[in-house]
């Protein structure tokens, strides 16, 4: 039994500084600004509630259901005669590779944290030589803001879900809220402000396509941190007596408020700039450095509140991917904690360095296979294979596997019968059936 427990509050607060992460401030953006605005928008919402939230509610189902590690949750609630249905639990593997990739970018923001402290670069082309050479030529930075990011995420998780996980949360994400408050104030005296209202609320057809719907359903899953344990083991650590419906849809509406509110930050200043917003990935660490620079002392403070608060959110959000991997090595395996971490954290550290390495110039030809590098092979085997293949077997599981009274029983009182019934849908045909279409279409087999 899990000793070391969440309080109710600690625990919406991790779950969202695990779902509130680079996804909402940095990814979210710029795919709105590729595929047209508000139109996306309208869709992305419409499935973080139809798929996102019912997946949601059936990984906090479960893992509150037995408050055991993830392996073991599968075991205990698969009927008689079908527990190899325990190796859905394995699906904490997916969360090694992503952060081996996932701590090289907080790595990146740890150092732009300093670069907004110094020098900003002092516009588009210096910014973007300066992000290039961070990323091509300069080893020796990114190894060590790398290593840095590596040693917060390792150290809190040896702590454990108190006085580490709950604890850092805590402090990070409150700080985040506030300053993510206080920009969306300042932006809405920006003149680009109701351009970026626009933007966001505004269906411009023109850019959506239907790979768009594929994009929103995706991210509905990467932005919850959905379909890897993560949201299952932190509810495993949970307190008893908590309504997980209502947590589920606090924790759900946090993350898509924080998404919009960046996105309209995000678009108010480049809007003032007078730039476009479709600009890729480019968008946080090339155009807004470059964009804060001319705007001047009040500038260089947004720069900073700015980085600070997407190292806050990127960092509760890898802690959270490191925890179910430790949890099951704990529980079930009866290794310590300090062990179990830094022997895993170990791994996905090496792994990172083959990532990190594949971007730079030097080690590009050996570390690159068929059309991608290891970074983007790692994002894409995770993104577009992993989670989605553990997001269907979590429904499935939920959906056919499970006792359905027992499931029933839980839920019935928690949402009403008509609620009930719907997300019984939405989690045996709307949720396994769309995320199969994503698979198939990330991975080439179905082209839209
Ligand atoms: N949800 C996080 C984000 O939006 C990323 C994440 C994915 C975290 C999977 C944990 C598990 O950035």
Redesign the pocket.
């Known amino acids: 039994m899990y000793t070391n427990r969440f309080s109710r509050v600690g625990f919406i607060l991790a779950a969202a500084g695990?779902?509130?992460?680079?996804?909402?401030i940095w990814?979210f953006p710029y795919i709105t600004g590729e595929n047209g605005g508000g139109v996306f928008v309208f869709v992305y919402l419409l499935t973080v509630i139809l798929i996102g939230l019912s997946i949601f509610i059936a990984e906090v189902l479960v893992g509150s259901s037995t408050n055991q590690d993830s392996v073991t949750s599968f075991e205990t609630l698969s009927p008689k005669g079908k527990k190899y249905w325990k190796y859905s639990g394995f699906t904490f593997l997916t969360?090694i590779i992503?952060l081996s990739f996932?701590s090289i970018v907080v790595g990146w923001i740890l150092n732009y944290v300093v670069i907004a402290l110094t020098n900003l670069p002092q516009n588009s082309a210096e910014a973007e030589s300066v992000f290039m050479t961070m990323l091509k030529d300069d080893i020796f930075t990114q190894l060590f803001y790398y290593t840095l990011a590596f040693l917060i995420i390792a150290y809190t998780i040896s702590k454990g879900v108190k006085k580490g996980i709950e604890k850092l949360n805590n402090y990070l994400m409150p700080t985040l809220i506030m300053i993510l408050i206080i920009m969306f104030f300042y932006s809405m005296s920006l003149s680009g402000f109701t351009k970026a209202l626009e933007f966001m609320f505004y269906p411009n057809i023109e850019k959506f396509h239907a790979s768009s719907i594929i994009i929103a359903v995706g991210h509905a899953f990467?932005?919850?941190?959905?379909g890897?344990a993560?949201i299952l083991s932190y509810s495993a650590s949970l307190d008893r007596n908590i309504n997980i419906v209502k947590a589920s849809i606090t924790i759900v509406s946090l993350?898509t408020l924080i998404a919009i509110v960046a996105g309209i930050i995000i678009f108010s200043v480049v809007f003032t700039a007078g730039q476009e917003p479709s600009q890729g990935p480019g968008l946080v660490f090339v155009t807004l450095p470059a964009i804060f620079y001319e705007m001047g002392i009040i500038g260089n403070i947004m720069a900073i509140a700015f980085f600070v608060a997407l190292a806050f959110?990127?960092i509760t959000?890898?802690i959270?991917?490191l925890e179910p991997t430790v949890m099951y090595l704990v529980e079930r395996k009866k290794i310590s904690r300090k062990k179990a971490t830094y022997g895993i954290s170990f791994i996905f550290y090496i792994l990172g360095i083959f990532a990190l390495l594949s971007n730079t110039n030097s080690f590009s030809e050996i570390l690159t296979f068929g059309t991608k590098n290891l970074f983007d092979w790692f994002d894409f085997i995770t993104a577009a294979i992993l989670?989605p293949l553990g997001g269907i077997l979590l429904a499935v599981f939920v959906g056919y596997v499970m006792d359905k009274q027992q499931i029933r029983n839980k839920l019935v009182p928690l949402m009403g019968e008509k609620f009930f019934k719907l997300w019984l849908i939405l989690i045996r045909y709307v949720a396994p059936i769309s995320v199969f279409f994503i698979m198939l279409n990330e991975t080439g087999l179905l082209k839209l």
Do not use: E, P
């Open positions: 695990s779902a509130v992460g680079l996804g909402n990814k969360g992503i996932y990467f932005t919850l941190s959905i890897m993560t993350d959110a990127a959000s890898a959270s991917v989670m």
